[in-house]
């Protein structure tokens, strides 16, 4: 997101008009903008709240034709939104491929399709997608600053979650087919892939209770998933907190003190003297 | 609550006797101050525990009666106790309008609401907040340093901690829809609402197992959900790890002294003397 | 364990054959010690498992007589021992009240007691608790400074720990009683004790099912219950890992280096003085 | 793994094409190496998902020939590269020995016994393991390294996790006869063991909810086990992320490089000064 502001934020000027749409409806710092945006948060909000209401049947019997008319009323609404954000953009194609383009046009259409397709309509909650433009707003009080912060941390752990992932994978698949051998059809352990879900609820302490070992064999081998993923269960956060930790640190010592040899930054606590350039501090 | 405490600290001296029972019933610092409050904890604590008794209907029942007029001697005595809170503060308005002091009000309020409007009384259970007077007793066990050193830490990761509520939030109305979209009405997931709680269940690892997936593809997505949340919970944990982390060095070992011969600082509690120059502390 | 270790290794001198028995069956530093203690807990094991195998009424029924043998075999083993252990150390009264004293004793008497009062004598699990001195053993591999570390880690973590247990504690009587008020005795919130109960349950994310919120707003309550208990769970962890890591960085970053000129370890390791007395390291 | 690679890249040549196919089949560095452990994977994964589907009745009905018929294939596949890897090693029984050479062989064997023993089929899901060489091609992505620093905190607090563990397991029996006694047979606490199971099954948070206390006595000791359970999950992630965090620190910035001046080590992996005597490194 932030990217994308910025794309917008340099290079040659639009047509006053389309720089002033643009300024309302993209960027969140001008007074016009952030209104804009916390309108529009609550109105996706809304909506939100419409197609969830819709869903219930009780509630649907009743004002089935006042949420239509919200419904249409938010596709209006959005639509519009939809055609001015490709107006005031320089590149209108960029802005219809990115992630929130995407998002904007499929909170649209579900409703034109239900037109054809009956059902389709509860799509629509896509739109709670949208909401994630309330980051947007959020940057004003720094939001998106923790926001990134989270997200570096993510990203540092990527490669760590991905071998860990992976050996959850592997050892779900073989105590899923152990059980499944053991424990039989007698007992919910129908087959294989039914067996692996067995593994993954339990290893993730979900534990529904809708497929549980009968035999004294199968209630060993459950303990020991079960005591495996209460260990393991430590990795994935030992890895996050680890790299926060390393993100924090790395922000947080630094930015401090700027040498005055080189002007960098980024110095420890307990530095003496620079250590780009070896001007004493 | 350490605010407060402040705020009847300091100002001109109010009449003795007031003074006397403002010391009594406020402070926690004199014998007296210190006794009044473990009674007052324990009072609190056993009409909590007369509250929860009166609604098991085998034991209203048989102590109907007793567990009444025990009700009422502890709201007899709550009221004097309020009225004496009120008399001996400088400012009444002040205290009845703090947090602790709408507690203190709303302990006593139920009882009597309950002569016109039976079954209100439960609403007494809120006296169960008044426990949380019980810090300024740990205060002098230093337990009240902790529960700040705790709420610094969770002050400080608000604003992650909100963000990551906002992420939850989203993605378990998606997930909840599409397991509506999914599953249909078969299998618990009547409408999105009904589906999102099933999500949060799922997402939180807690897994009642009221509502499960019946079909293939359903299971395979609350498989992802499962492995998710687990990959989640790091998230938090992290966040909060890390801020504790860092509230504790700060407190801890550095910034209390700087070396008079280099002003270095960040020196340990025992040190005598500078790590970096070797001066005498 | 090791404090009481300590007071037997001091002092003046047993007469030779106490001294040696003592040095088998209390020390674990021996050959003979070591090999007592392996034994000594294999059959603590073995004991184990025979009652919890008498308690399975299909394996009861037909090894019913073994089992008894069995039984009073190990019984008549950790009597000769504890008689042993009495003769053997100096103060017999401090070990028979020292809490590993407490325990022998505890492990033989169910047995004793069974005779007149049938039953008693699944007390006799307690035996297992004689399986700590497993970590006597331990201690050779300095797996029991492991365990001094970690208990080290919890006794720092205790305040705070407290502190939360508390919060958590005044957390799950206010929503069970809450919930008991929304849901009624309809859906199993038929108490508030009961209501408590599953707040337990669900806060700490165990979601055993068998209390269910049926209403819309006691699923929104619940939900949000568990978020809280997803983002609260962060906390103990947050709290033990700094703890932790403290314990750590105290226990590595420590011991490298002595001071010349006091001989005072536990210097930093950016140190370029003794902390204690200035002497260059 | 990497130990094994080792060993075949060092030590007196093979003939070339012997050499050429262990290339191939063993290393990964070399375009067709990586080729070939790619292709290798895609097929692995392909057998396991062949027969996680035989395993579902109603697939088994449908397409019960042409699994059989994939499923020779993959045997037939594998038995020719367990025969290539026994050529093209220096030394063969090494191999067939290693971890990775036993999932190999069996992998393969199921497929012929299941022609004697109708049913072991099931056993070749073992072949799972095989993606275990997913790592090999990672490590050109540095994802190895990831899994040894995984591993190296996961070994460095293998002793703490083992003393974790044994007391959550004495811990466990001790509650689990604790249950059974209070709660009896009347609500699914037949037997020690199985309560023994329902304890592990609390205290990991996993709760199935297939046995759960009925007694109001039973529902609080059950009440604090959760308890403990959800301070005791503290436990092993923190020693996880410690040992992480030591892994790291140790790993990244400190040890490389010694200061000429000072002879001081710690500095950050960017530093091109010593930070204490300003010394170029």
Redesign the interface.
């Given at each position: 997101m932030t990217k994308r502001v910025k794309i917008y934020s340099q290079g040659e000027p639009l047509a006053p008009w389309r720089e002033k749409i643009h300024e309302i409806i993209f960027e969140a710092d001008t007074p016009a903008g952030k209104a804009f945006d916390v309108v529009l948060i609550g109105i996706i909000t809304l909506s939100?709240i419409a197609?969830?209401?819709e869903?219930?049947?009780a509630i649907k019997r009743e004002y089935s034709f006042s949420l239509d008319i919200a419904e249409w009323m938010f596709t209006g609404l959005f639509l519009v939104e939809y055609v001015l954000r490709l107006i005031s953009v320089r590149k209108p194609l960029l802005y219809a491929t990115s992630f929130l383009g995407i998002v904007d046009l499929l909170s649209i259409l579900p409703s034109f399709i239900s037109l054809f397709h009956p059902g389709a309509e509860?799509?629509v909650?896509?739109r709670?997608?949208r909401?994630?433009r309330?980051?947007r707003v959020?940057k004003l009080?720094?939001?998106l600053g923790?926001?990134d912060?989270?997200m570096k941390?993510l990203r540092s752990s990527r490669?760590?979650?991905?071998?860990?992932?992976?050996t959850?994978f592997?050892f779900v698949?073989?105590f899923g087919?152990i059980m499944?051998?053991v424990e039989g059809a007698n007992s919910g352990f129908?087959?294989?892939?039914?067996s692996?879900?067995w593994a993954?609820?339990?290893?993730?302490?979900?534990?529904?209770?809708?497929i549980?070992p009968q035999t004294?064999l199968g209630?060993m081998i459950?303990?020991a998933v079960?005591?495996m993923?209460?260990?393991i269960?430590?990795?994935?956060?030992?890895?996050?907190?680890?790299?926060?930790?390393?993100a924090?640190r790395e922000s947080?010592d630094t930015s401090n003190t700027a040498c005055i040899g080189c002007g960098d930054e980024?110095?420890?606590?307990?530095?003496?003297?620079?250590?780009?350039?070896?001007?004493?501090l």
């Open positions: 939100v197609v969830m209401l869903s219930v049947a509860t799509l909650v896509v709670v997608l909401v994630l309330i980051f959020f009080a720094e939001y923790e926001a912060a989270l941390a490669k760590k979650i991905t071998v860990f992932l992976y959850v592997i698949v073989i087919s499944y051998l129908t087959s294989i892939p039914k692996v879900y993954i609820v339990t290893l993730t302490t979900v534990g529904y209770g809708d549980v004294h209630q459950a303990s079960m005591i993923g209460y260990a269960i430590a990795v994935p956060t030992g890895i996050y907190s680890t790299e926060l930790a390393k924090y947080s980024g110095h420890d606590d307990d530095a003496e003297f620079c250590k780009y350039c070896g001007e004493k």
